[in-house]
């Protein structure tokens, strides 16, 4: 049965907007479905918050069915491995920080070009107050992690491999799997996966992955904006030290000890942010309905015929995944991006230009900036033929 990507779009109101533009930008961050915007506001309609007293226990209710939700969404050990966080940054930030106890001047980091800032710029900052060696891998011509070189940098002295699992610059998905198995072969390393843009594209099972820990943004896949997950397992989430102090993480606290709640409470200090929680909730509940293959095959059939016509134009050159995606990554020889984009926007179409928060990678592109389309499936066949339109335009214009 075909995806239903009509009613599917029904659900986000923003279509409803007069001056609603053509959003070609969900890599960066997807829309708000109605539920998500119902709940929420109900939530900020009534009183209390959590784990505080009997009058809040609905909400309560609420919020942990959450962390149910997110643990059998990535199948993940238990609930209690499911921490809240800002986004996927802060999750990382948080391995980060907690880990820093146990690395010294002795010990190697891998990371490599094809990761985000949040993973790059995080590691190499830690490494700095540790004293640790950071290691770049390779990305070969396909933009998949060079496994030769992976095996070769893998040693006794490796504590931590931090892998991107989709690439928000091209789309290409590495292949995890394999990568982990490999680390598990030849190192004790822990594994943190980056699994920001893989959480709306691939279905993931964390007992099958074998990694520590992942981290993903809920913004990514239809919830709020300001929430994460960190979650992996309850073994390695336990050695971390946590990252912020204060209310709702500790057991007991005297003048002279403190000690901290278990997991997930150690570390999630503070108030949290219970919108967002709940929120999330139901959207994780609205995407059960939908065959999940099927919406992300169509947002790909439209990447995929985007990329088809692009190699038409004799100046365009692009940057494709070795697998099929709902990511669109090029330029045009003799034109700059930001002009391009200019025009583009100009004419209602959203899509994004720049560095994409991944330098490593397009210099490994040997490009100073692209321009990228990321299609979802609410996303049409009138989208696509909108952008062409408003290519050819904005094309006569600069050539």
């Not at 986004?87 to 980060?96: E, K, Y």
């Not at 239809?222 to 929430?227: C, E, Q, V």
């Not at 709702?248 to 002279?256: G, L, Q, T």
């Amino acid at each position: 049965m075909a995806f239903d990507y009509q009613t599917f779009r029904q659900a986000f109101p923003y279509f409803q907007y007069e001056d609603a533009v053509v959003y070609l930008d969900n890599a960066a961050t997807a829309l708000k479905p109605q539920v998500l915007i119902d709940r929420t506001a109900e939530f900020y309609a009534s009183a209390g918050s959590v784990h505080r007293s009997q009058y809040d226990a609905a909400q309560t209710a609420q919020y942990e069915q959450a962390r149910t939700q997110v643990k059998e969404w990535v199948n993940a050990e238990d609930k209690c491995a499911v921490i809240w966080t800002s986004g996927t940054t802060h999750a990382i930030n948080l391995v980060a920080n907690g880990l820093l106890p146990q690395l010294n001047a002795e010990d190697e980091i891998l990371i490599s070009q094809a990761d985000h800032h949040a993973n790059f710029v995080t590691w190499h900052e830690t490494a700095k107050k540790c004293g640790a060696k950071i290691r770049v891998l390779p990305i070969l011509d396909n933009w998949l992690i060079d496994e030769n070189a992976l095996i070769s940098a893998l040693s006794e002295k490796t504590k931590l491999v931090a892998l991107n699992f989709v690439s928000n610059v091209t789309g290409t998905e590495q292949l995890i799997k394999r990568l982990i198995q490999l680390i598990r072969k030849h190192s004790h390393a822990l594994v943190l996966v980056d699994a920001a843009q893989a959480i709306s594209h691939i279905k993931i099972d964390l007992q099958d992955l074998d990694a520590d820990f992942l981290a993903f943004s809920a913004h990514k896949i239809y919830g709020p904006n300001g929430l994460g997950v960190l979650t992996g397992k309850l073994t390695a989430l336990s050695q971390l030290q946590p990252l912020f102090f204060g209310g709702k993480m500790v057991d007991r606290v005297s003048s002279d000890r403190i000690t901290f709640a278990e997991l997930p409470y150690r570390l999630e200090a503070g108030t949290p942010n219970i919108a967002g929680v709940i929120g999330f909730n139901a959207v994780l509940d609205w995407l059960q309905k939908w065959d999940f293959t099927a919406a992300e095959q169509h947002a790909i059939s439209l990447a995929e015929s985007v990329k088809v016509r692009l190699k038409s134009y004799e100046n365009c050159r692009l940057f494709n995944s070795p697998q099929p995606s709902t990511v669109v990554c090029f330029v045009f020889d003799g034109i700059d991006c930001s002009d391009l984009s200019t025009l583009l926007s100009e004419q209602n179409i959203a899509l994004r230009v720049g560095e994409h928060c991944a330098q490593p990678y397009l210099a490994r592109l040997g490009e100073r900036t692209t321009l990228r389309l990321s299609f979802a499936p609410y996303n049409t066949q009138e989208d696509v033929e909108a952008f062409f339109t408003a290519l050819d335009k904005a094309l006569d214009l600069l050539q």
